[in-house]
């Protein structure tokens, strides 16, 4: 049984319809990336999975349970979790503050000095309020609070936007370990250089509809679709 699987998917914002029956499977423990141009519908697919759009049609299935109509909170707390594009980290919290809110929120959470293993440059930061954090640092805040609720799928919305070389590598890392823990990773990107590293198949949607999937592998070999898709040439 797929970990989700997306059939005839449909999402709206009041008349305006923006997935038009999207088609799309996540099984155990892979990486699977969502790449599209600017307005593609990437954030759209992952707010249809977390239930946090005003109407979607079709069907989601979560380990073959259909989520559809199913509120946000009862999507969370059966694991999904989301990392926004936009990180919202409590700017007048500490690090751990932050994290102890996700940890608070959770009734099976994992324990926060887990996430300082994970993270070791959080672990230094611990007392820095969250406004006074570099953009990798929130970026890196962000994934852990999803983390310490101990997802089962962990939904990421270009998590590399805006970061540093190194810690777009140190994310890698982090995001490589965290899927050997049994965590199934949904990510979009635009970085595609990244997503060709870390995950295992593609997906790629143009204007809310499917236009190409496949593996990582085929996507490096097929540069006429990342001229076609996508704003950007793959990097070696
Ligand atoms: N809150 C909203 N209300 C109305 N339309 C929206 C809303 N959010 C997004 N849209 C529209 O839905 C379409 C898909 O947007 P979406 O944000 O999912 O794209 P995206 O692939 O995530 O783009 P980006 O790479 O810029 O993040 C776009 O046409 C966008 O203008
Ligand atoms: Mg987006």
Redesign the pocket.
């Known amino acids: 049984m797929s970990v989700l699987e997306l059939k005839d998917v449909n999402a709206f ?2 008349n ?1 319809h ?1 997935l038009f029956d999207l088609d799309m499977v996540v099984e155990q423990n892979e990486v699977v990336t969502l790449l ?1 141009r ?7 697919t992952l707010r249809t999975i977390t239930g946090t759009i005003p109407r979607r049609e079709g069907s989601i299935t979560y380990r073959g349970d259909e989520i559809i109509d199913e509120s946000v909170d009862g999507i969370s707390n059966a694991g999904i979790k989301l990392v926004p ?1 936009e990180r919202r980290v409590f700017p007048t919290l500490t690090v751990h503050e932050n994290l102890q809110v996700a940890y608070d929120a959770c009734s099976s959470p994992r324990p926060i000095s887990d996430m300082y293993d994970v993270f070791p440059k959080l672990d230094e930061l611990r007392q820095n309020k969250g406004r006074n954090l570099s953009g990798g640092e929130q970026q890196m805040l962000s994934v852990a609070r999803a983390l310490v609720q101990d997802p089962d799928v962990l939904l990421l919305d ?1 998590p590399t936007e805006g970061l540093a070389p190194v810690i777009v590598s140190d994310l890698k890392e982090v995001l490589s370990e965290v899927v050997k823990e049994d965590v199934t990773v949904l990510l ?1 990107e ?1 970085n595609v250089e990244f997503a060709l590293d870390l995950g295992e198949r593609a997906y790629i949607i143009e204007k ?1 509809s499917n236009a190409w999937e496949g593996t990582v592998e085929e996507l490096r070999e097929r540069e006429d679709l990342l001229d076609e898709y996508l704003s950007v040439a793959a990097a070696e």
């Open positions: 914002y009041g305006s923006v599209g600017n307005g593609a519908g990437k954030t759209t594009e270009e979009t635009q809310g």
